[in-house]
């Protein structure tokens, strides 16, 4: 007896509304669930196992697109192939060439778009993305991420590791981890062209032998308390946070972007959150008496949240604006060399021991082992050392713990 074949017409699939299993012919049924969905499905036994190959659904597949698609179904059988084994097949082809398609650019916006969350500021990201804009993306943004090798990253190095030796170094380290994650999202195998240790390493100069570091050009400490009475007696918000920021040894953008929330005058505590700090540590610097008057000398300029305003509205003032007072009496100094300064007075002039100078500075300890077991961050120790610091800036006073300069060897 034949097979009974295009048993159901549309009008019958519009309106059958009970569960179970309406067969058309030749394999080809409609299923309808318990909730009332309607789904083709392809039936066929395979080494004597009964198998079932979803073809879609019937919000997207009419009765003549599920023939169609049972038909070739049977002609895949009828080739020796699985339905289920093929369709997978096709998905995974499918999902190759989307992988081939994807290049070392997009993965890299990519990754900045998931990571710049995690990232302290605006400036990270836009470092991220005008380094490689400019030095990687000409040579390898066009290419497909899998096909990245140790000859096209050396193309995006070797014509700036002798000259931009430390931009280089960045853009290396940008690219490995953009590799990485192009790795774990499966969109390339195998190892790692951009990465240095036991690679790169092989085939370009070690940065330090290239370029020497430039340390920033300090001022000597034993000219600080001259320039800093000088510097006191100027009206200014620029010579006040540059006051302030000598006072304190911290970072230049630390103490610009000093907000009132930070501080309590009462206790001559200024606690700098750990997303505005460079170690990721939340920072609580003990105030000498100088840094409290500063503080209240600029309380006349406050207009809102922010200790130092800037020209521009819900700014805090610049970096640039601080250099440029400092260059009016020392054009070949930097803000930041008075960190030096006062890390020399440390070691020179004081008995202080050398952590708790490194704590003052918001160092973090090298040393894994000693990090561990120091988790306090000594501050009424660091509070006598800043107050002896104040000393200096301001008359060059002797501090109990300040070892007299005939002692020194």
Same mark, same amino acid.
């Given at each position: 007896?034949?097979?009974?074949?295009?048993?159901?017409?549309?009008?019958?699939?519009?309106?059958?509304?009970?569960?179970?299993?309406?067969?058309?012919?030749?394999?080809?049924?409609?299923?309808?669930?318990?909730?009332?969905?309607?789904?083709?499905?392809?039936?066929?036994?395979?080494?004597?196992?009964?198998?079932?190959?979803?073809?879609?659904?019937?919000?997207?597949?009419?009765?003549?697109?599920?023939?169609?698609?049972?038909?070739?179904?049977?002609?895949?059988?009828?080739?020796?192939?699985?339905?289920?084994?093929?369709?997978?097949?096709?998905?995974?082809?499918?999902?190759?060439?989307? !992988?081939?398609?994807?290049?070392?650019?997009?993965?890299?916006?990519?990754?900045?778009?998931?990571?710049?969350?995690?990232?302290?500021?605006?400036?990270?990201?836009?470092?991220?993305?005008?380094?490689?804009?400019?030095?990687?993306?000409?040579?390898?943004?066009?290419?497909?991420?899998?096909?990245?090798? !140790?000859?096209?990253?050396?193309?995006?190095?070797?014509?700036?590791?002798?000259?931009?030796?430390?931009?280089?170094?960045?853009?290396?380290?940008?690219?490995?981890?953009?590799?990485?994650?192009?790795?774990?999202?499966?969109?390339?195998?195998?190892?790692?062209?951009?990465?240095?240790?036991?690679?790169?390493?092989?085939?370009?100069?070690?940065?330090?032998? !290239?370029?020497?570091?430039?340390?920033?050009?300090?001022?000597?400490?034993?000219?600080?308390?001259?320039?800093?009475?000088?510097?006191?007696?100027?009206?200014? !918000?620029?010579?006040?946070?540059?006051?302030?920021?000598?006072?304190?040894?911290?970072?230049?953008?630390?103490?610009?972007?000093?907000?009132?929330?930070?501080?309590?005058?009462?206790?001559?505590?200024?606690?700098?959150?750990?997303?505005?700090?460079?170690?990721?540590?939340?920072?609580?610097?003990?105030?000498?008496?100088?840094?409290?008057?500063?503080?209240?000398?600029?309380?006349?300029?406050?207009?809102?949240?922010?200790?130092?305003?800037?020209?521009?509205?819900?700014?805090?003032?610049?970096?640039?604006?601080?250099?440029?007072?400092?260059?009016?009496?020392?054009?070949?100094?930097?803000?930041?060399?008075?960190?030096?300064?006062?890390?020399?007075?440390?070691?020179?002039?004081?008995?202080?021991?050398?952590?708790?100078?490194?704590?003052?500075?918001?160092?973090?300890?090298?040393?894994?082992?000693?990090?561990?077991?120091?988790?306090?961050?000594?501050?009424?120790?660091?509070?006598?050392?800043?107050?002896?610091?104040?000393?200096?800036?301001?008359?060059?006073?002797?501090?109990?713990?300040?070892?007299?300069?005939?002692?020194?060897?």
């Amino acid at each position: 007896m034949a097979k009974q074949v295009n048993r159901l017409t549309a009008k019958k699939v519009e309106h059958i509304q009970d569960p179970g299993w309406y067969p058309d012919g030749n394999g080809l049924y409609l299923q309808v669930s318990k909730t009332g969905t309607k789904s083709w499905v392809y039936r066929y036994k395979s080494s004597g196992k009964e198998k079932r190959a979803g073809l879609g659904g019937l919000s997207t597949l009419t009765l003549a697109g599920a023939r169609n698609s049972a038909k070739n179904c049977r002609k895949q059988r009828s080739e020796g192939k699985d339905p289920i084994e093929f369709k997978r097949e096709q998905k995974a082809k499918i999902a190759l060439n989307q !992988v081939k398609s994807i290049t070392f650019k997009e993965c890299a916006l990519s990754y900045i778009e998931s990571h710049k969350v995690s990232w302290k500021n605006q400036k990270h990201e836009a470092q991220w993305r005008n380094t490689l804009e400019t030095y990687a993306f000409p040579f390898i943004g066009h290419v497909s991420v899998k096909d990245i090798d !140790v000859g096209l990253v050396m193309k995006v190095l070797e014509p700036i590791w002798p000259t931009k030796t430390e931009t280089a170094t960045r853009v290396r380290q940008r690219i490995e981890n953009v590799l990485d994650w192009a790795k774990v999202r499966k969109y390339r195998t195998g190892e790692n062209p951009a990465l240095w240790r036991g690679h790169l390493d092989k085939l370009l100069p070690k940065p330090s032998k !290239v370029q020497k570091v430039k340390h920033f050009k300090a001022m000597p400490y034993t000219d600080v308390p001259n320039y800093f009475r000088k510097l006191r007696t100027t009206n200014t !918000v620029a010579a006040k946070a540059l006051a302030f920021t000598i006072l304190t040894a911290t970072r230049s953008n630390e103490a610009r972007e000093a907000n009132w929330s930070e501080i309590d005058l009462k206790s001559g505590i200024w606690t700098i959150p750990d997303e505005r700090m460079k170690s990721d540590r939340t920072h609580r610097v003990p105030l000498s008496k100088e840094a409290i008057a500063i503080l209240k000398e600029v309380e006349t300029f406050k207009i809102d949240n922010r200790v130092f305003p800037g020209l521009k509205k819900n700014k805090s003032i610049t970096d640039a604006a601080l250099l440029k007072h400092l260059k009016i009496s020392h054009s070949d100094l930097t803000v930041h060399g008075f960190r030096s300064s006062f890390r020399d007075w440390c070691a020179e002039i004081t008995n202080y021991p050398r952590e708790i100078a490194e704590s003052a500075l918001a160092h973090t300890l090298k040393d894994k082992t000693e990090a561990a077991y120091q988790r306090g961050d000594m501050f009424i120790k660091r509070q006598k050392l800043m107050n002896a610091w104040a000393n200096h800036c301001l008359k060059g006073k002797k501090d109990a713990n300040v070892i007299p300069m005939q002692k020194q060897a």
